[in-house]
């Protein structure tokens, strides 16, 4: 069974950084792409950013230009480095990991950005 832990998270100031990281517990060359989703309260589940098997990289509109992923074969892990961090960015954040249809999910890290 593949496994998927999200770390990192935490209080940060408005226009501060944080780097949220994605172990999973297979090669994650294996998978088709791993993703980066973001839930606030009350909201839906939303697209973040993903990195396919190839190293392409996709991002959310509302995102672009201030989050970066990226990863590290060796560890297994994706990271998402988030600059110029606004309160709307205040979520739960999950990491996906997929293989055509099949998907699996972390238990999400709590990010909040507040003064």
């Known amino acids: 069974q593949v496994q998927v832990l999200e770390s990192g998270g935490g209080l940060v100031q408005p226009g501060g950084s944080l780097k949220i990281s994605c172990v999973v517990s297979?090669?994650?060359?294996?998978?088709?792409?791993v993703n980066w989703y973001r839930q606030a309260p009350g909201q839906e589940r939303d697209f973040v950013a993903s990195?396919?098997?190839?190293?392409?990289?996709d991002y959310a509109d509302s995102v672009k230009g201030r989050f970066t992923i990226s990863r590290d074969g060796a560890k297994n892990t994706v990271f998402l480095q988030m600059n110029m961090l606004k309160s709307e960015d205040t979520a739960v954040y999950f990491c996906?990991?997929?293989?055509?249809?099949?998907?699996?999910w972390g238990q999400g890290t709590q990010v909040t950005v507040s003064s």
């Open positions: 990195i396919n098997v190839g190293g392409r990289t």
């Open positions: 297979e090669n994650i060359f294996n998978f088709n792409s």
């Open positions: 996906r990991a997929n293989i055509l249809s099949r998907q699996w």
